[in-house]
């Protein structure tokens, strides 16, 4: 581990052969490392072509330099890029110089990280850096960008604010309790509450797209062996990404394929058919299948519609495990000819989808089908990045804020305000006004080296 004063070096762009690799350097000792590495001091803000020279003054590469004096930087320290030639063993050279020289390796993510702890980002816009860096999608890439920006840490900054006004009038009460408030007048403060009840809703949802975009949906596809599962995955991913044959059993592990759905990602796992079997390599494929099952967003439950029936269909799904959520999709309705299209619910008391994986009949049902099963919307030009916690702090503070609201129903003004102040700390959990180490190295450490 690094000191916070410590000067820290990384290769920020991705390994392997390219034209421009760049190395980024922070800390105090930037500069004398600029004046050590490159025989001057570069002028700030200006990109300064230069040579690159080991402890000899031999020269190790030639590029640009550019200095970003502290505090006007990304970190918000002392910063040098050196964009040289994109060669793994020249980056690499150029690294060993910059260690010499007493800087030290970054971790991944420190940048960010020191670009938090000095106040350069919040939290949230930390983590939409590393969310900009992995868009899946021009709908995520623009929901990130505007995450960085400060999109969603303002709506959540705006909530504290009227948590902390509310808190303040219910203080204001417990020190005056003898100005008691009429029944028949109604309460403001109740209405503050439903206010801020709204605001919270409508900030989750929100962020509830946010994240789709993000993490996106994990789905399952089950079935008998020849079930036509492989055909599906295929289908979807628009290529020939699993095996597809009349010999059953043909999937023994699981095939895994990502796709984007109008913006969303999508995560499907392509399972070993579904029976018993006396081969041990196809009953660890099995085993598997049910597993993912268990983790799943959603299993799509595969069956052949020209030759299973309604009991046999029941037996098959009462197998899966309890309590996921299940589509049945009718597959091969080519050769069974019922019409193409989906059901809330079904002959088999599931939401139904029947389609034919073979001629495409059908899979834009499907996939509509799973918008709506995650509450997916397009993206509009109002969403943001967000994540999965940042969905559990909303609903934790959304719930702090019903107790707050029953407690002062009840004229117990302290608890309600102390609920308040637990729904402030949680939402600044978001934006990294209240949080951990803990909390900061699993956040940090799923960047990339160099950001």
Same mark, same amino acid.
């Given at each position: 581990?690094?000191?916070?004063?410590?000067?820290?070096?990384?290769?920020?762009?991705?390994? $392997?052969?390219?034209? =421009?690799?760049?190395? /980024?350097?922070?800390?105090?000792?930037?500069?004398?490392?600029?004046?050590?590495?490159?025989?001057? +001091?570069?002028?700030?803000?200006? @990109?300064?072509?230069?040579?690159?020279?080991?402890?000899?003054?031999?020269?190790?590469?030639?590029?640009?330099?550019?200095?970003?004096?502290?505090?006007?930087?990304?970190?918000?320290?002392?910063?040098?890029?050196?964009? $040289?030639?994109?060669?793994?063993?020249?980056?690499?050279?150029?690294?060993?110089?910059?260690?010499?020289?007493?800087?030290? #390796?970054?971790?991944?993510?420190?940048?960010?990280?020191?670009?938090?702890?000095?106040?350069?980002?919040?939290?949230?816009?930390?983590?939409?850096?590393?969310?900009? =860096?992995?868009?899946?999608?021009?709908? &995520?890439?623009?929901?990130?960008?505007?995450?960085?920006?400060?999109?969603?840490?303002?709506?959540?900054?705006?909530?504290?604010?009227?948590?902390? *006004?509310?808190?303040?009038?219910?203080?204001?009460?417990?020190?005056?309790?003898?100005?008691?408030?009429?029944?028949?007048?109604?309460?403001?403060?109740?209405?503050?509450?439903?206010? +801020?009840e709204n605001e919270l809703v409508a900030?989750? %949802?929100?962020?509830?797209?946010?994240?789709?975009?993000?993490?996106?949906?994990?789905?399952?596809?089950?079935?008998?062996? %020849?079930?036509?599962?492989?055909?599906?995955?295929?289908?979807?991913?628009?290529?020939?990404?699993?095996?597809?044959?009349?010999?059953?059993?043909?999937?023994?592990?699981?095939?895994?394929?990502?796709?984007?759905?109008?913006?969303?990602?999508?995560?499907?796992?392509?399972?070993?058919?579904?029976?018993?079997?006396?081969?041990?390599?196809?009953?660890?494929?099995?085993?598997?299948?049910?597993?993912?099952?268990?983790?799943?967003?959603?299993?799509?439950?595969?069956?052949?519609?020209?030759?299973?029936?309604?009991?046999?269909?029941?037996?098959?799904?009462?197998?899966?495990?309890?309590?996921?959520?299940?589509?049945?999709?009718?597959?091969? =309705?080519?050769?069974?000819?019922?019409?193409?299209?989906?059901?809330?619910?079904?002959?088999?008391?599931?939401?139904?989808? @029947?389609?034919?994986?073979?001629?495409?009949?059908? +899979?834009?049902?499907? #996939?509509?089908?799973?918008?709506?099963?995650?509450?997916?919307?397009?993206?509009?030009?109002?969403?943001? &990045?967000? /994540?999965?916690?940042?969905?559990?702090?909303?609903?934790?503070?959304?719930?702090?804020?019903? %107790?707050?609201?029953?407690?002062? *129903?009840?004229r117990r003004s302290e608890l309600a305000?102390?609920?308040?102040?637990?729904?402030?700390?949680?939402? $600044?959990?978001?934006? $990294?006004?209240?949080? %951990?180490?803990?909390?900061?190295?699993?956040?940090?450490?799923?960047?990339? =080296?160099?950001?």
């Amino acid at each position: 581990m690094t000191t916070a004063r410590s000067t820290i070096v990384a290769i920020a762009t991705p390994p $392997g052969r390219g034209g =421009i690799g760049i190395v /980024r350097i922070s800390g105090d000792q930037a500069p004398e490392i600029a004046r050590a590495l490159l025989g001057q +001091l570069p002028l700030p803000r200006h @990109a300064t072509s230069t040579s690159f020279r080991d402890a000899h003054g031999a020269v190790l590469d030639q590029g640009l330099a550019l200095y970003f004096p502290a505090p006007h930087s990304f970190t918000g320290e002392h910063v040098l890029e050196l964009h $040289g030639h994109g060669g793994p063993v020249v980056m690499d050279m150029v690294l060993q110089r910059a260690l010499e020289l007493g800087a030290q #390796r970054a971790r991944p993510g420190e940048f960010s990280e020191r670009a938090f702890l000095n106040g350069k980002l919040d939290l949230a816009q930390a983590e939409a850096v590393a969310d900009l =860096i992995e868009s899946a999608s021009t709908y &995520s890439a623009r929901a990130a960008l505007r995450s960085l920006e400060g999109e969603f840490s303002r709506r959540v900054q705006a909530i504290v604010e009227a948590l902390i *006004q509310l808190r303040l009038n219910i203080e204001a009460a417990i020190d005056f309790p003898e100005e008691e408030i009429d029944p028949l007048a109604g309460d403001p403060l109740q209405e503050q509450f439903c206010s +801020l009840e709204n605001e919270l809703v409508a900030l989750r %949802n929100a962020a509830q797209q946010g994240s789709l975009l993000h993490d996106g949906m994990n789905v399952v596809l089950a079935g008998r062996p %020849n079930a036509g599962k492989s055909s599906l995955l295929n289908a979807l991913a628009q290529r020939d990404s699993a095996i597809v044959s009349a010999t059953p059993g043909t999937t023994r592990d699981i095939v895994r394929e990502q796709i984007v759905l109008d913006g969303m990602p999508l995560h499907i796992l392509d399972t070993a058919g579904l029976r018993a079997s006396r081969d041990s390599i196809e009953s660890e494929g099995v085993r598997r299948a049910h597993e993912a099952m268990s983790r799943a967003d959603r299993v799509l439950l595969l069956v052949d519609d020209a030759e299973e029936t309604a009991p046999t269909i029941r037996h098959l799904a009462s197998e899966l495990p309890v309590g996921i959520a299940v589509t049945l999709v009718r597959n091969k =309705i080519d050769v069974s000819g019922r019409t193409p299209g989906a059901l809330a619910t079904g002959e088999s008391g599931l939401p139904e989808v @029947a389609l034919s994986a073979r001629t495409g009949a059908g +899979l834009d049902a499907l #996939r509509a089908h799973l918008k709506d099963c995650m509450g997916y919307q397009s993206a509009g030009e109002g969403t943001f &990045s967000a /994540r999965r916690r940042h969905l559990e702090a909303l609903q934790h503070a959304q719930q702090q804020l019903a %107790n707050g609201a029953q407690q002062h *129903q009840a004229r117990r003004s302290e608890l309600a305000a102390e609920e308040l102040r637990q729904a402030q700390r949680t939402l $600044g959990e978001i934006t $990294g006004e209240f949080s %951990n180490d803990d909390l900061l190295g699993r956040i940090f450490s799923s960047f990339c =080296i160099g950001k």
